[in-house]
């Protein structure tokens, strides 16, 4: 069963550009992980935020995490091409955090 | 550079087939997932493993599904008998969790399976 619901499903701007995933969820979590997937590729995972934290940083991507909302934020900034992938928020709940359960994803398009 | 190796990269089979997908986690990790992919489920969790005990496998068929560790480098899906709908990419991810908290997982590139 589905436990993050990202939105858009689908995102398409130019390169530069800043590109916002997000992320809603229905239990309580013990953490918050976001990946990305290459087409025909694995998932690599991108950044690990815990529930005791609200923002997170690294590189050109920022994190946020609201509880009380049940929601996070992926921000991507100054968009390259090579950011075109799919993402996807995982959440690892409070009983059993190792197991982590996908939301459907994001399809970003990066346009030239 | 430490990575998560599936094997068949594809496979393709006639219904009613024995399928089997392989999985050498990165050394060291001491849990092992398996996923499945589809465009209609997304991604859903079928097994997982932690020091090669099974934990949870909810999510998996039961009557064809399979799931094993036989040792800490080689972890097996297998599906006896294949049906259509089993058509997938079926994904392996290894990592490494300490206590009751959480790491980031590492995916293997997966096996596409097309059951005809």
């Known amino acids: 069963s589905q436990q993050g619901e990202e939105d858009p499903q689908a995102l398409s701007i130019q390169e530069g550009e800043n590109a916002t995933m997000n992320c809603s969820y229905k239990?309580?979590?013990?953490?918050l992980q976001w990946y990305r997937q290459n087409s025909g590729r694995g998932l690599v995972h991108l950044i690990l935020i815990r529930s005791n934290e609200r923002e997170k940083h690294s590189g050109r991507l920022r994190v946020t995490l609201d509880t009380s909302k049940k929601s996070s934020s992926l921000l991507i900034t100054a968009s390259r091409a090579a950011d075109t992938a799919s993402y996807f928020c995982a959440t690892g709940r409070v009983q059993g955090a190792q197991k982590l359960v996908f939301g459907q994803g994001t399809r970003l398009t990066i346009n030239p | 550079d430490a990575r998560v190796t599936q094997t068949p990269r594809h496979k393709v089979t006639e219904m009613g087939q024995e399928v089997t997908m392989r999985c050498q986690p990165i050394l060291g990790h001491n849990t092992v997932f398996w996923y499945r992919q589809t465009m209609m489920q997304g991604l859903e969790l079928l097994a997982y493993f932690r020091n090669r005990a099974p934990l949870d496998d909810s999510g998996m068929p039961k009557d064809r599904f399979s799931a094993e560790m036989p040792d800490a480098t080689l972890a097996t899906l297998k599906i006896q008998p294949s049906e259509p709908r089993d058509s997938a990419v079926y994904f392996c991810?290894?990592?490494?969790?300490?206590?009751?908290?959480?790491?980031?997982?590492?995916f293997g590139n997966g096996t596409r399976l097309t059951v005809t």
């Open positions: 991810a290894s990592g490494l969790v300490q206590g009751a908290g959480n790491s980031p997982l590492h």
């Open positions: 239990t309580s979590i013990n953490n």
